[in-house]
T-cell receptor
Framework: SQKIEQNSEALNIQEGKTATLTCNYTNYSPAYLQWYRQDPGRGPVFLLLIRENEKEKRKERLKVTFDTTLKQSLFHITASQPADSATYLCALTSHDSWGKLQFGAGTQVVVTP | DAGVIQSPRHEVTEMGQEVTLRCKPISGHDYLFWYRQTMMRGLELLIYFNNNVPIDDSGMPEDRFSAKMPNASFSTLKIQPSEPRDSAVYFC?????????????FGQGTRLTVV
């Protein structure tokens, strides 16, 4: 069966450091992978998308890498700030189920001053 | 556009009652998704539509759950009869995938409590 796995343990990090989150998947032929941010009581909000033929994408302090051989994506928040504290979810769309957007359970990030 | 609009924001109902959740997607979007979020299971995809047609409902947990999209601007998720284990936050999302808009826009969610 298809699985998207993210660290269930919260990531506690000091302000200014780089937070790195992992998203692993099995039994997917991914067309593209997305990262979302979710704040308490709100719906997820899109951050970044990376396609299967791309290795890395950046947006401001965010960086995503995608390794289809390892079946893994890494999400980095550089120079982290307390305002970055949230839950981050990865989501996949597969070639064989075009349009179907499935999410991992998310990893909570807590940035302390 | 006001974004994806869900109603109600909160719903408390007794076991056995029918519950209907509503969603208005962003105008012009061609995909609509229904998700359920719990601490135990995360964000689960229940069903999604393309141009008002249900494409994949394999995530719908039981026959007690049904979803419709009678037109491009409205969708419902119905639970009949409801059970305490249905308590969760239900999200609706829409996207413009048909023209390369991969980003999904989420509503604020409906927090359902079945007692």
């Amino acid at each position: 069966s298809q699985k998207i796995e993210q660290n269930s343990e919260a990531l506690n990090i000091q302000e200014g450091k780089t937070a790195t989150l992992t998203c692993n998947y099995t039994n997917y032929s991914p067309a593209y992978l997305q990262w979302y941010r979710q704040d308490p009581g709100r719906g997820p909000v899109f951050l970044l998308l990376i396609r299967e033929n791309e290795k890395e994408k950046r947006k401001e302090r965010l960086k995503v890498t995608f390794d289809t051989t390892l079946k893994q994506s890494l999400f980095h928040i550089t120079a982290s700030q307390p305002a970055d504290s949230a839950t981050y979810l990865c989501a996949l769309t597969s070639h064989d189920s075009w349009g179907k957007l499935q999410f991992g359970a998310g990893t909570q990030v807590v940035v302390t001053p | 556009d006001a974004g994806v609009i869900q109603s109600p924001r909160h719903e408390v109902t007794e076991m056995g009652q029918e519950v209907t959740l509503r969603c208005k997607p962003i105008s012009g979007h061609d995909y609509l998704f229904w998700y359920r979020q719990t601490m135990m299971r995360g964000l689960e995809l229940l069903i999604y539509f393309n141009n008002n047609v249900p494409i994949d409902d394999s995530g719908m947990p039981e026959d007690r759950f049904s979803a419709k999209m009678p037109n491009a601007s409205f969708s419902t998720l119905k639970i009949q009869p409801s059970e305490p284990r249905d308590s969760a936050v239900y999200f609706c999302a829409s996207s413009l995938l048909g023209t390369g808009g991969y980003e999904a826009f989420f509503g604020q969610g409906t927090r359902l409590t079945v007692v």
